[in-house]
């Protein structure tokens, strides 16, 4: 006992203090949102587009990326030779709705808003999940358990992953949703007791990311339950879905 307590007090507080404090640092080769930059596009080029394995880029009147498609793969940036493509370290990617992770060259992301007073007051302090693997590589769901560990804490939120949908407030669903998962994901959502929410984790989850429009699969969770927050990435980073998670809770302002 002596011996756990001794360790204890030589490895100290290792919990971050984010929000409160800096975000941890990235690495340098972290991608973060991707932004275009057509002013140095040769006229009819339309190498990102064409190289994106989900189209997540279309090129017609205006530029435009779709962040709930994009799988952060860089095939558009190795593709373009006048680095048209970049990456941010911006790891600020979750919105409300759907619509708002297709961005334009020159349109800012609108990050996800906060619930309204009534479900603030039931889910700000105590948020109960159930994960739901539709159909995921198991990327996505690692990076869940490691808001976990006792680095992210996500405890101290209130937010806390529980293992029936009858002690959950809300599903967090990663995968495409596969033919053979709508079910039991049908099943687990009506099992949670209204109100409820449900986030969507990653490009599978969002729009079927690299399985976008096969019949085996049903691109993603909208298509089966309502989604209330959307959180991008392939997988996303978790300091990502924990910027998602706060932002939905009004625990972030900016
Ligand atoms: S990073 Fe990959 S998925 Fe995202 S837009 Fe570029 S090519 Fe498409």
Not at 184 to 206: F, H, M, N, R, S
Request: one cysteine or more; hydrophobic letters at 40%.
């Amino acid at each position: 006992m002596i011996k756990a307590l001794l360790a204890r007090f030589q490895q100290k507080h290792r919990t971050m203090s984010f929000p409160d404090g800096p975000p941890p640092a990235l690495p340098e080769r972290f991608r973060g949102r991707p932004i275009l930059d057509t002013a140095k596009c040769p006229d009819g080029c339309r190498k990102c587009a064409d190289a994106c394995p989900t189209a997540a880029i279309t090129i017609a009147d205006k530029a435009q990326i779709d962040l709930g498609r994009c799988l952060f793969c860089t095939d558009c940036q190795d593709a373009c030779p006048h680095q048209v493509v970049t990456y941010l370290q911006d790891y600020r990617l979750a919105t409300r709705s759907r619509e708002a992770l297709v961005v334009a060259q020159d349109e800012e992301l609108v990050l996800a808003e906060a619930l309204d007073t009534k479900l603030r007051r039931l889910f700000g302090r105590s948020l109960k999940l159930r994960q739901v693997s539709a159909g995921g590589c198991n990327a996505c769901e690692a990076d869940v358990n490691v808001l976990g560990t006792v680095g992210w804490d996500i405890g101290r939120f209130g937010i806390q992953m529980v293992a029936s949908p009858r002690h959950a407030d809300g599903l967090l669903i990663t995968g495409c949703v596969t033919e053979n998962m709508k079910l039991a994901l049908e099943k687990t959502y009506a099992a949670v007791a209204a109100p409820k929410l449900v986030i969507a984790v990653g490009a599978c989850a969002i729009s079927g990311g690299p399985f976008l429009d096969l019949p085996a699969q049903h691109n993603g969770a909208a298509s089966v339950v309502p989604v209330d927050l959307y959180i991008p990435g392939c997988p996303p980073h978790p300091l990502t879905i924990l910027d998602g998670l706060l932002r939905l809770l009004g625990r972030l302002e900016e």
